[in-house]
C-alpha cells in the first residue's frame, strides 16, 4: 500500500504490517500503541495456534510419553499435555522448531530438524496470507479501525512473492531497519541467548557444511546445538538485511530502529510514520 503523509493522515483506519529482525523493536512498539483502537495481529502466534497447533502438541506428547511415571496417566486420559502460547509467550512454539545437533544436549537430528523447518515455512506463508480476513474480522467482530501486523523475523527468508503482494495490498508496509551499531548490539545478544530459529534451506545447507568442515565434525549428532546457532547467527542476520532491504524498495518503507526505541505513545508512532512518508516521497 503506497500512501502519501496526507492520505495516511486523513485515513480513518490505519493498517500497518512492521517488518524487521527478530529484537529490532516491532513487538515493543506494538505494546505501545493502545490496545483499545488496535487489533495486534501476530504471525507467530497464528502459526502456533493455527497452524501447527497440532504438530507443537505432538511434540510435547512425545516427549511426556519417555517418562514411564506420566504414560500410563496419559494413555488412560488421567491427565493431558497442552500448550500455553500466547503473543506474550511463544516459547512453545520456539521449542518445536529446535535445534540441529546432539539430541543428548536436546537437538534434533537432520531429517527430522528439516521436517520442521519446512513446516513453519508452510505455515508462515498461511499466516501472513491470512491478514486480510483478519483485517476483516477486527472491524466487523471487534469494531477495529486499526491494525497492526506485527510479522516475524524470518519474513524475508519466504520466497513466495504472493505473500508480500497480500500484505502491500491491504497493510502499509514499514520496515524497521537497524544501524550498524544496532546490527552488532542483536547479534551480540542473541549470540549470548541462542534460541531457536528458521533458516532457508538452501543457506542452512551451505553453512551447516562450513561449520561441520571449521569444526572437523563428521555426524551432525556431534554438533553443539546452543553452540551452532551462535556460530551460523551473524551469517543469518547479514543475508536477511539485504533481502529487506529488497523487500522494502518494492513494498514499502523504513524507519529507523532508534526512531522507533523513542516512540513514546500512539501519537508519536504516526508522527514517525507520517515523517517517513513525507522524506521517502522526496
Known amino acids: 500500500m503506497r500512501l502519501s503523509a496526507t492520505e495516511f493522515r486523513h485515513s480513518p483506519s490505519k493498517r500497518i504490517s512492521l517488518l524487521g529482525m527478530s529484537g529490532v523493536g516491532k513487538s515493543t512498539l506494538a505494546q505501545k500503541l493502545p490496545s483499545e483502537r488496535w487489533f495486534h495481529y501476530s504471525g507467530d502466534y497464528r502459526i502456533g495456534t493455527r497452524y501447527l497447533d497440532e504438530e507443537i502438541h505432538d511434540s510435547l506428547l512425545s516427549e511426556a510419553m519417555k517418562l514411564p511415571s506420566l504414560r500410563n496417566l496419559l494413555r488412560s486420559d488421567s491427565i493431558y499435555i497442552r500448550s500455553n502460547l500466547t503473543i506474550e509467550n511463544l516459547a512453545p512454539l520456539s521449542a518445536f522448531l529446535g535445534k540441529l545437533g546432539n539430541p543428548e544436549l536436546h537437538g534434533l537430528e537432520l531429517t527430522e530438524f528439516k521436517r520442521r523447518q519446512q513446516l513453519h515455512h508452510d505455515a508462515e506463508i498461511k499466516a501472513f496470507k491470512d491478514v486480510p480476513s483478519f483485517i476483516s474480522r477486527a472491524k466487523r467482530l471487534y469494531g477495529y479501525d486499526n491494525f497492526l501486523n506485527d510479522a516475524g523475523g524470518s519474513l524475508c527468508e519466504l520466497g513466495d512473492p504472493s505473500v508480500m503482494q497480500t500484505l502491500a495490498q491491504h497493510t502499509l508496509v514499514l520496515y524497521i531497519r537497524a544501524s550498524h551499531e544496532d546490527e ?92 517517513a512518508l513525507d522524506q521517502q516521497a522526496k
Do not use: C, N
Not at 225 to 244: C, G, H, K, M, Q
Not at 258 to 267: F, P
Open 184 to 275: 552488532e548490539l542483536l547479534i551480540q545478544r542473541a549470540q549470548s541467548h541462542p534460541k531457536p530459529l528458521y533458516y532457508r534451506a538452501d543457506f542452512l545447507d551451505e553453512q551447516l557444511d562450513h561449520y561441520m568442515a571449521d569444526k572437523k565434525h563428521t555426524y551432525v549428532a556431534e554438533i553443539d546445538p546452543d553452540e551452532f546457532v551462535t556460530w551460523i547467527f551473524p551469517a543469518l542476520f547479514r543475508s536477511r538485511v539485504p533481502r529487506y532491504q529488497r523487500l522494502t524498495e518494492e513494498y514499502g518503507y523504513s524507519l529507523e530502529a532508534r526512531q522507533v526505541l523513542a516512540v513514546r505513545d500512539e501519537k508519536d508512532f504516526l508522527q514517525l510514520v507520517e515523517d
